[in-house]
């Protein structure tokens, strides 16, 4: 398949052809490939969760470090997606390490959602337990993105050793998927819930 070639070498200096890889992981998205990726480049890994959000039928799980917009904003593909996404009244649940308002796309985005479908926009603060389930399911800390169709991306690191970093993701992984869904879901009722401002 031609256009797996554009998946190829995507971590290093060197940045394909942005449109190429949006065509290149829609395809794959849309085509529920199994194909198993990597994806740490800040844009790539901004694309890719795009057509997470794309493709998800009804609610998208995210566990991160905060809604900085330090990947989200790097590309208007992961943004579009987002509003697309909370548009059609589908279901966000974010828990963070961290929480601050900020400039953010991203926090922009949730900001005004909220207000008009809030039960479909949910932010919450990690818990203690449920940061260390996390790490004690995975054996290391794990930032995520996981759709309701077997979507994913997972970017997996030794804590406080950044360059032991590893992102990978697949739009047709049932097992990693549900595993990513069920240490969520475990602790998720353990976190405190955090309310986005009005919208100015």
Excluded: W
Excluded at 153 to 175: C, G, L, M, T, V
């Amino acid at each position: 398949m031609e256009y797996l070639k554009n998946l190829k070498s995507t971590d290093g200096d060197e940045l394909f052809n942005i449109e190429d890889y949006i065509e290149s992981t829609t395809r794959l998205a849309r085509d529920k490939s199994s194909l198993v990726f990597t994806s740490s480049n800040p844009v790539n890994a901004a694309i890719v969760m795009g057509n997470i959000l794309r493709f998800s039928e009804r609610e998208v799980r995210i566990y991160e470090d905060s809604i900085c917009g330090d990947i989200a904003d790097t590309t208007d593909f992961f943004l579009k997606n987002l509003d697309r996404f909370l548009q059609e009244q589908k279901h966000i649940k974010i828990v963070v390490r961290n929480f601050s308002e900020n400039e953010s796309e991203i926090f922009k985005a949730l900001t005004h959602y909220s207000e008009k479908y809030h039960e479909n926009v949910e932010l919450r603060l990690a818990s203690e337990e449920f940061k260390q389930n996390i790490q004690d399911s995975v054996d290391k800390d794990v930032n995520f993105i996981v759709n309701d169709v077997f979507g994913y991306r997972a970017d997996i690191f030794a804590k406080n050793e950044p360059e032991s970093r590893i992102a990978f993701s697949s739009f047709n992984d049932q097992i990693m998927s549900e595993k990513l869904i069920r240490i969520f879901d475990e602790k998720y009722h353990t976190c405190e819930s955090v309310p986005l401002p009005a919208h100015a």
